[in-house]
């Protein structure tokens, strides 16, 4: 190409003397349209920085130079389209190699430009190429394919060029994406889904996951792989992040007074915000600006966070718990820092990546990793998560490793807000489920289906606590005969509590009024055990020396006894109560899981008991001394209690 009669006959650049854009356009619209081309895009790298830290007119003066490296390099079509942007068109016939070639040698050469030497260290070229393209299209599609080739060598970390490939469209969808986000955020493009965490054994609804779903005006949905990492490379996922934040505290904000309206939360939070010595405080005044609880609200952070500098990451996490908020890792095991984290780091939640689920479920070794790694979660009180569970298989075999809830496509998938509304009423019946036997005239549960089955014979129903009401009579017999079984699916939680009345009607040690068979333990009330006095034996057979008794006072025979007791698994404590009142409590009494069996009246080793037993209550989750005093006083201030007049008699 002739360039001197180029610019005889298109406009030209009054700056640099380059082919101006409107030439640009011109010169490709002669062009014969069954020709090929190939297409180069530079751009110069912090070209805005030498025009504000060395003056525009220093700006001008670089342009000029780098446009004569660019025309002296190559006798191809050179313009300059826009502030620091030139364009190439070169004639197909010219090898991609060669021009391959002359893109690295521009960007070496520019190193040594007769030009401000602290300048020059400053700039780099970013150069996109594209290759053979039939001239038939409009150049617009052209310049688009280089443009986003350049951005991908920006991205690359500059200083390089990058050739366009028609197959990889990713790189002209960046480009899209990082022109329409900001205006996205603003316009509500950006929705909020939740994605429910279920308890895999009572059912019960645990919690939700805030994900974000990108609902394009004109391409519709788009799934986070499609921008989040874009958004985590260009700093945007801090917006994003605290918008979806924002939208979770309002959401809560205006569930108030749903039954649904204080289950946790989680957010997913990029590593940027933890280097960041505000984020606590402001994500606690968005909080307290909803009057939204910090503790109802989970702050995920992903397992890969924690590659460097931990020790200052630590610290913003013990902040975001001091401030109340739950903190877990996501996507725990998907990485190699997992073990390590343990070691350091004491977060609420570990929420085991779906990947490494998949992984190891498929083998035994595998299995074996999952099952001993959730073991020591546990061990070290901190709650797991299952993620993308999505059969039951995986249900039946992570429930029991002990992890019982589960965030997967077996429950839902991420869903807008209104059809998680549905879900949640749905699956509401069972948050933190009670179930009360009153155990006047039938076995059957208050409010459900459940029915305790009687195991035997001789029973019947006498006098109960109330006036005009029953308790079931235990006739005892031979171990295990005359009992109740009451279904196993009332005790779903590790922590958990039981209030009951009992009135013995023998004296027999060792005998047991209940009795909960787990897996490898039991837990029993033993109206007289040692010396005659009462105890909430609990028994862990994974240790030979597991016998933890937790002794109050005796339960005298014809007497109507209120006895309750309360497990917490988080600080392993075993407390009893008789009557209300604190009879004895243990420290470091371990967990025991997996229910075989509930019996009321007996167990498997003494002979079953004799008196009755009436208003069997479980709750499924610890219950402190002031509710227990509470519950109490609610039996007994009853119009119609004659519990303690009956024995009076
Ligand atoms: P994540 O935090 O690990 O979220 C769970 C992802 O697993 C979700 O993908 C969810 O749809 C998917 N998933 C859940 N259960 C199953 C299952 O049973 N099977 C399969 N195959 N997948 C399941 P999603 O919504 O596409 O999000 C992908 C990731 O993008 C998230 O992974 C999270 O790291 C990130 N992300 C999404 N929204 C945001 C956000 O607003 N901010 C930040 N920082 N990250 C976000
Ligand atoms: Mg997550
Ligand atoms: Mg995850």
């Not at 979770?248 to 749903?258: G, I, T, Y």
Request: aromatic residues 12%; negative net charge.
């Amino acid at each position: 190409m002739d360039i001197v009669n180029l610019k005889d006959k298109y406009d030209c650049d009054y700056l640099t003397g380059l082919i101006s854009r409107r030439g640009l356009y011109d010169y490709y619209a002669s062009l014969d349209k069954s020709k090929f081309i190939h297409a180069m895009f530079l751009d110069i790298d912090n070209f805005k920085r030498v025009n504000d830290v060395y003056g525009h007119s220093m700006g001008d003066k670089l342009l000029i130079c780098v446009s004569q490296l660019i025309q002296s390099h190559t006798d191809g079509f050179t313009s300059r389209i826009g502030g620091d942007e030139y364009v190439i068109l070169l004639d197909a016939s010219i090898k991609p190699n060669d021009v391959e070639i002359l893109a690295q040698t521009m960007l070496e050469d520019l190193e040594n430009l007769d030009f401000r030497k602290d300048i020059l260290s400053l700039i780099s070229l970013s150069i996109g190429i594209v290759f053979n393209q039939p001239v038939s299209q409009i150049l617009d599609d052209i310049l688009a394919k280089c443009d986003a080739a350049m951005y991908q060598s920006k991205y690359d970390g500059k200083n390089r060029y990058t050739v366009y490939r028609s197959y990889d469209k990713t790189l002209e969808i960046n480009r899209n994406i990082e022109l329409e986000m900001y205006d996205a955020l603003k316009t509500g493009q950006f929705h909020v889904y939740l994605q429910p965490k279920v308890n895999m054994v009572s059912s019960e609804l645990y919690g939700a996951e805030a994900l974000s779903r990108w609902v394009h005006p004109e391409d519709g949905l788009r799934r986070p792989d499609m921008y989040i990492p874009l958004f985590e490379k260009n700093g945007f996922i801090s917006s994003l992040d605290m918008y979806v934040y924002e939208e979770v505290c309002k959401l809560k904000a205006s569930w108030a007074n749903e039954k649904y309206g204080h289950i946790p939360i989680s957010v997913n939070m990029s590593r940027l915000h933890l280097y960041n010595k505000e984020f606590p405080d402001t994500l606690e005044s968005i909080a307290y600006k909803y009057g939204i609880p910090t503790n109802e609200l989970e702050i995920e952070i992903t397992e890969s966070t924690f590659i460097k500098d931990n020790a200052e990451l630590i610290r913003v996490i013990d902040i975001l718990q001091e401030k109340g908020f739950m903190v877990s890792i996501d996507d725990f095991g998907s990485g190699f820092s997992a073990l390590n984290l343990l070691k350091d780091l004491s977060v609420n939640t570990i929420k085991i990546d779906r990947e490494f689920l998949k992984l190891s479920s498929n083998n035994s070794r595998g299995k074996k990793v999952i099952r001993n790694i959730i073991a020591m979660c546990l061990d070290l009180k901190m709650d797991v998560v299952t993620e993308g569970i999505e059969t039951k298989e995986q249900i039946d075999f992570i429930t029991r490793c002990g992890c019982q809830i589960a965030q997967g496509f077996y429950y839902s998938k991420p869903i807008p807000v209104d059809e998680f509304v549905v879900f949640a009423d749905e699956y509401l019946s069972n948050i933190h489920a009670n179930y009360t036997f009153h155990l006047d005239g039938d076995t059957t549960a208050e409010d459900c289906d459940l029915v305790g089955m009687l195991n035997g014979e001789g029973f019947e129903y006498r006098q109960g606590i109330f006036k005009d009401s029953t308790a079931l009579h235990f006739p005892g017999g031979e171990p295990e005969k005359n009992t109740v079984f009451i279904p196993t699916e009332t005790i779903v939680n590790d922590s958990f509590s039981v209030s009951v009345w009992i009135k013995p009607e023998i004296f027999y040690a060792w005998i047991s009024a209940l009795y909960i068979k787990f897996e490898s333990g039991f837990c029993s009330i033993i109206p007289n055990a040692f010396d005659g006095l009462s105890s909430l034996r609990i028994r862990d057979s994974k240790e030979v020396n597991g016998w933890y008794d937790v002794t109050g006072r005796p339960l005298n025979v014809t007497t109507w006894w209120h006895y309750s007791f309360s497990y917490n698994a988080k600080t392993e404590t075993a407390t009893a109560f008789i009557n209300g009142e604190v009879v004895g409590a243990l420290e470091n009494v371990p967990t025991n899981r997996y229910v075989k069996w509930i019996i009321l009246g007996g167990d498997v080793f003494q002979p079953s008991f004799v008196g009755d037993i009436c208003e069997f209550v479980i709750y499924n989750e610890a219950k402190d001394h002031l509710f227990m005093k509470e519950l109490h006083e609610s039996y007994i201030s009853r119009e119609d209690f004659i519990g303690f007049e009956v024995d009076k008699e």
